[in-house]
């Protein structure tokens, strides 16, 4: 049983020397656990904030402990009652080839309604993070213009489509040609700016929102979200759902210097966790599982092979690698 521990907490951006990996007994279930065995796991950025150990919502990893993350697994040993050998299911688990876990902890997956990976993406917690974001801060409505930032991914992309659903007008921020293709072509966005190639953000933005923007769903900060304040319109919604231009940082700058521009268009800026809505968890699940049963959310996913390639795949988040949901198939 391979697992991977957290080495040392890394300073600015993580490299391998933050991960170690080492070999352990398979672990025995206890009374009401199961054994899991790992099919897929899910890589994301919030991991970075726990590989620190400053004050968060999440509890810091342990330094010389496993890594653990989103896991869909099989489970293979059962002393639960309501789990038998065989269910698919889904938790945050450790990194490794197997782990235990109580019965209360899993969510069953059905592995005939969707292909199962999709609990770690549109029905799980980055497909949550988009409906609740949107919908309860960004609150769009038709005929307004939706600005998401890290556009193509697990989350961004979510978000781009329950707007379109909603009847906005959709402008995607991404950082590949592929992405931006990827969004106006296969998504359905009215317009994507690749903000590695783009000369002036700002003036792309504003020829791409010619009616201003409502609601700004932010996963990255930084330059483009600037650029993205400076444009919003009277009453306009922002959710800060993510920061990634900024996870890596040593020193966080003071600020923001807009807060002017926000008093005078009476701006609602709302940073969120997912989790602040976990007592309407069932509505999202249900709300996405229709939408992907209808086809109207599309997905892509970036699945790397091998667990010995975790690490990699997780600092991939941070190079802009991933299209869709970033995630490692462990075994079949
Ligand atoms: P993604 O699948 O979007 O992967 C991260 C993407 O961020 C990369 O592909 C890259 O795309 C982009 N990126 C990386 N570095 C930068 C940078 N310096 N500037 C701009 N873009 C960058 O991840 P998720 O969808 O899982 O998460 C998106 C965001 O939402 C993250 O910030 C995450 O922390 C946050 N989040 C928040 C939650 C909450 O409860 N509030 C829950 C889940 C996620 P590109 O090629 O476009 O640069």
């Known amino acids: 049983n391979r697992q991977v521990l957290l080495a040392k907490r890394p300073k600015g951006l993580p490299d391998d020397s933050t991960f170690q990996f080492v070999e352990t007994d398979i672990p025995e279930p206890g009374e009401g656990e199961v054994l899991v065995r790992t099919l897929y796991l899910s890589v994301d950025p919030y991991m970075r904030g726990r ?9 810091p990893f342990k330094v010389g402990e496993p890594l653990t993350g989103g896991v869909v697994g099989e489970v293979v040993k059962s002393n639960a009652k309501n789990l038998s050998e065989g269910d698919i299911v889904t938790a945050r688990l450790d990194w490794a080839d197997y782990s235990v876990a109580k019965e209360e902890y899993l969510r069953k997956v059905d592995p005939d309604a969707a292909p199962i990976t999709t609990a770690l993406y549109v029905t799980g917690m980055p497909g949550l993070t988009a409906y609740f974001g949107l919908l309860d801060i960004g609150k769009p409505k ?6 998401v930032s890290g556009a193509a991914g697990a989350v ?3 978000v781009g489509q329950i707007a379109k659903l909603k009847g906005c007008r959709v402008v995607g921020i991404a950082g590949s040609e592929d992405k931006i293709n990827y969004l106006k072509d296969e998504l359905g966005f009215d317009a994507v700016i690749n903000y590695k190639t783009t000369e002036n953000i700002r003036e792309e933005l504003k020829a791409a929102c010619p009616d201003g923007i409502d609601v700004y769903f932010d996963n990255v900060g930084g330059e483009i979200t600037d650029a993205v304040i400076s444009l919003l319109n009277f009453h306009a919604r922002v959710a800060i759902c993510g920061q990634i231009a900024h996870y890596n940082d040593t020193e966080i700058e003071m600020g923001p210097r807009f807060l002017p ?26 709300a996405l599982a229709q939408w992907l049963k209808e086809g109207k959310i599309k997905y892509k996913e970036n699945i790397i092979e091998g667990l010995e390639n975790a690490p990699d795949a997780f600092l991939g988040l941070f190079r802009g690698d991933n299209l869709g949901k970033q995630l490692v198939k462990v075994s079949n």
């Open 51 to 59: 590989m620190s150990d400053a004050k968060s919502y999440a509890e």
């Open 156 to 158: 961004g992309s979510v």
């Open 261 to 286: 521009y926000v008093l005078k268009h009476s701006i609602l800026i709302k940073g969120f966790i997912v989790s602040d809505y976990a007592d309407r968890e069932e509505e999202g699940m249900n």
């Open 142 to 147: 038709e005929g307004e213009t939706v600005v």
